[in-house]
């Protein structure tokens, strides 16, 4: 679950976030949409625990979390699959001890019954990280991102800047955490990798945010918009199609309201106006100078 409580964050005079309040539920794949520079990035990296809010709190519940950020991240060095196991260090580790103990018993070093019992413990220990299905996992993953056979041992650091961006998408598609935070994920991508990707998270039982620009993936992957403006977020239900008609309903709705207001205000100042002089009025054009002065206006 990922939540958000009265939070407020500024940097500097410039106050960002306002009175910042949601929660996207476990397995809730919620968008948020908003102006740019409105605060977006800015949200996901309180979530994450990045930035501290300066009131409130933020945050998300359960064991694990994936955030996709705007910027790679990646170690140059590491191969793609390298890369990829990366977001299982702890399977790796066993991995790697396996490969230690493996090459002992190959070369017959040390006491071969202690270390063919170890190996077994470790076996049973990758089976139980279900360690024998990772290797499977990355390669549908690397598949489904357009990566070709060849490129599996490819250094992260010889491929564009738009590829890495794919590896880092990789990372957390294929650890699937109970919570996730997608900033921009479909760029770099085409359309045949964008249609995969929406069916991937389609799938996804994770408390997901993703921001994007992009309305057509929100329609196949959200099942509720977060509107940002002005430091706080509006919740729509349904996907980026059924926000636009609720929020051009809502717009409607506020025009005729503030039409209606004006007319009001109109009505009782025409009044006031005319019968400011008289004695006999002076009460209701006061009871009507003050009525004015405490509406709030309808913008």
Same mark, same amino acid.
């Given at each position: ?7 407020? /964050? ?154 890495? #961006?794919?590896?880092?998408?990789? =990372? ?47 329609? /196949? ?60 009025? !002076? !009460? ?5 100078? =003050? #009525? ?8």
């Amino acid at each position: 679950m990922l939540y958000a409580e009265h939070v407020i /964050k500024s940097f500097g005079p410039v106050d960002v976030i306002r009175d910042l309040n949601f929660i996207v539920g476990d397995g809730e794949h919620a968008g948020l949409v908003g102006p740019n520079g409105g605060g977006k990035s800015t949200i996901l990296r309180l979530l994450a625990g990045e930035h501290k809010p300066d009131d409130g709190a933020a945050g998300f519940r359960g064991k694990s979390m994936g955030y996709l950020r705007q910027e790679a991240g990646l170690n140059d060095s590491n191969t793609l699959v390298q890369e990829l196991w990366e977001a299982f260090p702890e399977a790796r580790a066993v991995e790697l001890e396996l490969e230690v103990v493996a090459a002992s018993i190959e070369r017959g070093e040390g006491d071969l019954d202690a270390l063919i019992e170890q190996q077994a413990k470790l076996f049973d220990q990758f089976e139980a990280m279900d360690g024998y299905r990772i290797e499977t996992r990355i390669g549908r993953v690397i598949d489904g991102l357009g990566f070709k056979p060849s490129e599996v041992d490819k250094l992260c650091g010889d491929f564009s800047g738009g590829w890495q #961006m794919r590896i880092a998408l990789a =990372k957390v598609l294929v650890r699937r955490p109970e919570n996730a935070l997608l900033d921009e994920p479909t760029n770099h991508l085409d359309a045949k990798t964008r249609d995969w990707l929406a069916e991937e998270l389609q799938d996804w039982d994770a408390a997901l945010l993703i921001v994007t620009h992009d309305g057509e993936f929100l329609d /196949k992957v959200a099942t509720r918009i977060f509107d940002l403006r002005d430091g706080r977020v509006d919740a729509y239900a349904g996907n980026y199609t059924d926000f636009q008609k609720q929020k051009a309903a809502k717009l409607q709705a506020q025009d005729q309201a503030a039409a209606r207001q004006d007319r009001e205000i109109a009505k009782q100042e025409r009044f006031i106006e005319r019968f400011r002089a008289k004695a006999t009025k !002076t !009460t209701q054009v006061q009871s009507r100078e =003050k #009525m004015i002065a405490k509406i709030d206006r309808i913008d």
